[in-house]
């Protein structure tokens, strides 16, 4: 079992940054894939960015890419989500998955473990 509590600033303006992290329990979280979905009012789950096991491959959407950087601390059991450049579209719940495919992730249904979101707010 992998628990995921995802955290960072819930509000912030438009042209900003923050950090988003995601914490996992377990002693084997190095062997999961990890991905960040947004969900908007409105619209499907939406996938952002996806790294590796080891971190050393990751991959984002075509709509975030340039703005965001996904990276992990296996250490620390921790991946995180640095976004800049932050627009008033980009108001979602944001969620941390973690699968067992140790390759990169995009489809949600292949995530088996989900956290319960956290809420980023950008104002204009």
């Known amino acids: 079992q992998v628990q995921l509590v995802e955290s960072g600033v819930g509000l912030v303006q438009a042209g900003g940054s923050l950090r988003l992290s995601c914490a996992a329990s377990?002693?084997?979280?190095?062997?999961?894939?990890v991905g960040w979905f947004l969900q908007a009012p409105g619209r499907e789950r939406e996938f952002v960015a996806a790294i590796s096991t080891s971190g050393d491959v990751t991959y984002s959407a075509d709509s975030v890419k340039g703005r965001i950087t996904i990276s992990r601390d296996n250490a620390k059991n921790t991946v995180y989500l640095q976004m800049s450049s932050l627009k008033p579209e980009d108001t979602a719940v944001y969620c941390c998955a973690a699968s067992r495919i140790r390759g990169l992730v995009i489809t949600p249904g292949r995530y088996d473990y989900w956290g319960q979101g956290t809420q980023v707010t950008v104002s204009s």
């Open positions: 377990g002693r084997t979280f190095n062997n999961y894939a």
